[in-house]
């Protein structure tokens, strides 16, 4: 234990397949181990020759063993994981933000998958599948009973072999087959356009290894087309997290130079950091990708787009350029996760690493936005009509096991909304399915000439009327301020 360790740190939502590592940093292990719990340690001993003498069927040694590592990083909170063979091996190609499989990202959610975004472009994106369809069936084997990895690694397979994934829907009530080919998912996780002369709109989906480059590149590209530019709106709803340095980066092409972005404060002295807006929190090999991009970029007026799906990395770049009031934050309040996690590779067996919390993340301010999340300085809603799928949206604070922040107390009026939200895309689902029935409300596309929170973040930019949000209130938990 007196070996250096390999860390990589990053804030990404946990439970996400994919979720990635980021900041690499050299961590000297703690002397030497606290003492180990004898009588918990016989136990432990105790039950598990029990179970190898007693089960009804011999056990392998090894899935004891992995089955009693996988259940201690787990109990602890949503976030911390632990990866070995297959499950290892998809977990680094996830940082390289490309693999091959069917391209959703997931959770578990009482036993089965849940579909938390499917990946645009991907082939289950293509197939129709949505967020909130729950997977019971991967070919012909029972989701119910697996664990994430294992669901991960039947849904994985050679590009170009085929996969039926039984989907059940709740808006609609039904289930149903969804036949899909893998291929290779490369997730490019940076969009733009210019919506009209003078305004611009670039989209992260999430914070990867290539993000910080492609958005540097897009960012030349608007200039090049308006060098002029009079606004720009940072879009991040539903943008899960990713990598910490990445979000660095981000923050850092729109700041002043050493400005603080995020600090970070955990049990042992490498978890406690001050990241600032500089090339050497987030550039990797050296160069600055920041460097060649115009002057102009540090003060153009800007909106930045959250909602309840944007979670860490997201949040940690919305969180930076509102407190210094360098953009206006314009949306919903965010998922809360305000968790780092580090990624310990160096195990004694090969192919094993464990990501467990190592720290909490604090604002340039000092303020936690964890099982919280940011809170937008205008509140608007999905539509014109409201936020049809708002209450329905997992966050944080739903999450069991999450980190507590504060006096947190179960919010009534959250689950009521929810129960209501989930009767009405019901009621909705049935009266689709009449002659004369209602349409399932359905959102429009990021960056589409129908979507409604952009249009409201350029009325902003424009200086013009913006259509605010009636029903959304701030979530409030006691916050813990950084030592």
């Not at 670039?202 to 480059?213: D, G």
Request: no cysteine; proline share 5%.
């Amino acid at each position: 234990m007196g070996s250096k360790l390999k860390v990589a740190g990053w804030v990404a939502v946990g439970a996400f397949a994919g979720a990635l590592a980021t900041m690499q940093l050299q961590a000297t292990a703690r002397s030497a181990m606290s003492p180990l719990p004898l009588e918990d340690m016989q136990q432990l001993a105790a039950v598990f020759d029990l179970v190898k003498r007693s089960y009804v069927e011999p056990v392998d040694d090894k899935k004891l063993i992995r089955d009693a590592i996988t259940g201690m990083v787990s109990g602890l909170d949503p976030h911390s994981a632990y990866f070995e063979g297959q499950a290892f091996k998809e977990f680094r190609e996830g940082i390289s933000g490309k693999f091959t499989g069917v391209g959703i990202q997931i959770e578990m959610e009482e036993g089965l998958v849940k579909v938390v975004s499917p990946i645009e472009g991907s082939p289950a994106f293509r197939a129709g599948l949505q967020t909130g369809d729950l997977i019971t069936r991967i070919d012909d084997t029972m989701v119910k009973g697996l664990n994430m990895d294992q669901a991960i690694k039947r849904m994985r397979g050679p590009s170009g072999t085929k996969v039926v994934l039984t989907v059940f829907r709740k808006a609609d009530n039904r289930t149903f087959p969804v036949t899909i080919v893998r291929e290779e998912i490369k997730t490019k996780s940076v969009r733009s356009k210019v919506v009209e002369p003078g305004y611009a709109w670039i989209r992260i989906n999430q914070f990867q290894e290539p993000t910080l480059r492609d958005f540097t590149e897009q960012l030349r590209e608007i200039y090049q087309k308006e060098p002029q530019l009079k606004g720009l709106v940072l879009d991040l709803r539903n943008d899960p997290g990713g990598l910490l340095d990445t979000a660095v980066g981000v923050s850092a092409a729109f700041l002043p130079k050493d400005v603080v972005v995020v600090s970070t404060n955990g049990q042992i002295p490498e978890s406690r950091s001050v990241l600032k807006a500089a090339p050497m929190f987030y550039s990797r090999d050296g160069s600055d990708l920041l460097a060649s991009l115009p002057a102009a970029l540090k003060t153009v007026p800007m909106v930045v787009l959250v909602n309840e799906g944007s979670a860490s990395a997201s949040e940690i770049v919305a969180g930076a350029l509102k407190d210094h009031k360098r953009a206006v934050i314009m949306g919903s309040q965010t998922f809360g996760k305000g968790s780092v996690q580090s990624e310990i590779a160096r195990l004694p067996m090969p192919n094993t690493s464990l990501k467990i919390t190592t720290a909490r993340y604090y604002t340039p301010s000092g303020q936690s936005i964890q099982a919280k999340g940011i809170l937008p300085d205008v509140l608007v809603d999905d539509t014109a009509e409201g936020s049809p799928f708002a209450a329905l949206r997992m966050r944080e604070s739903d999450l069991d096991k999450h980190l507590a922040n504060g006096d947190e107390k179960k919010d009534a009026a959250r689950e009521k909304a929810r129960e209501e939200a989930l009767k009405k895309l019901e009621e909705a689902s049935k009266a689709a399915g009449t002659k004369d029935g209602a349409k399932l409300p359905k959102l429009p596309e990021y960056g589409a000439s129908d979507d409604f929170q952009l249009q409201q973040a350029l009325n902003r930019l424009k200086g013009r009327p913006v259509v605010a949000s009636k029903t959304q209130t701030e979530r409030k938990l006691e916050e813990p301020k950084a030592n």
